[in-house]
Structure formats: C-alpha cells, structure tokens
C-alpha cells in the first residue's frame, strides 16, 4: 500500500505533501471522502473523476471530472508516492472562493485565493 508508505515518509519528515491519492473504480460517497485524500477514480482504464475535501477549512467535496469530453476537465498525474498533480488550479465557486494548485500532493494557494486564517499551512 503506497499510502502507507507515504504516511510512514511523512511521519519521519522525509516527505511532504497534503494530498495523497487513493485510486478507486467508482465514484465515492461524500462521507467516506476524508481530508487529506485524493480520490481518483478510474474505470476500465479511463479516469473519471478526482474528488477531495476543500482545503481551505470548508470541508466541502470538490468533485473535478477528467473527462476529456466535458467542459471544464482537470487532469492528475501521480508520482511515484501517489501524491497527485492536478491541472489547472482549482477555483472554488463557493463561498470560500479558494484558488489553489495542487503540485505533488501540495495544495499551493493562488494569492487572494486562500480564506483568511484558514488552511493547515502557513
Ligand atoms: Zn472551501
């Protein structure tokens, strides 16, 4: 299990990053969704679909589809850890309004797009 790895690497502060990716065939429910996790969804070899909880301190799921038809469609890289890269950034339509990148499994706050005294990171 990668994740366990990462979580072993984190521990030891030899790695970093706030999302690493858990690979599933169907689209999650909501609850089990958990902070700190990329869901990324492929079926039958396409990818559908990577799901995660608003960094921003909402909590809310943002469900971003890859697929290649639709408009607007993300795409995600894994590296070796399964820390995502997702591309483009992530502009949250709610009331957090949260602008963010996500570089192997660090969100990178857009300026002006994180909520003010929000976020696990400085
Ligand atoms: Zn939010």
């Not at 971003?64 to 590296?79: E, F, G, I, K, T």
Request: glycine share 12%; with cysteine.
């Amino acid at each position: 299990m990668m994740r366990h790895l990462a979580g072993l690497l984190r521990a030891l502060g030899l790695v970093r990053y706030d999302l690493i990716a858990r690979r599933t065939s169907r689209y999650p429910d909501d609850a089990s969704v958990r902070d700190g996790e990329l869901v990324f969804v492929v079926d039958g070899g396409v990818e559908k679909w990577a799901c995660f909880r608003c960094p921003g301190g909402c909590g809310a799921l943002i469900p971003l589809s890859l697929n290649p038809r639709r408009r607007p469609r993300w795409s995600v890289a894994l590296d070796w850890l399964h820390r995502p890269t997702v591309r483009p950034s992530v502009h949250q339509t709610n009331d957090c309004a949260c602008h963010f990148h996500v570089n192997g499994g660090r969100v990178d706050w857009c300026e002006g797009g994180r909520p003010l005294g929000r976020g696990a990171r400085t």
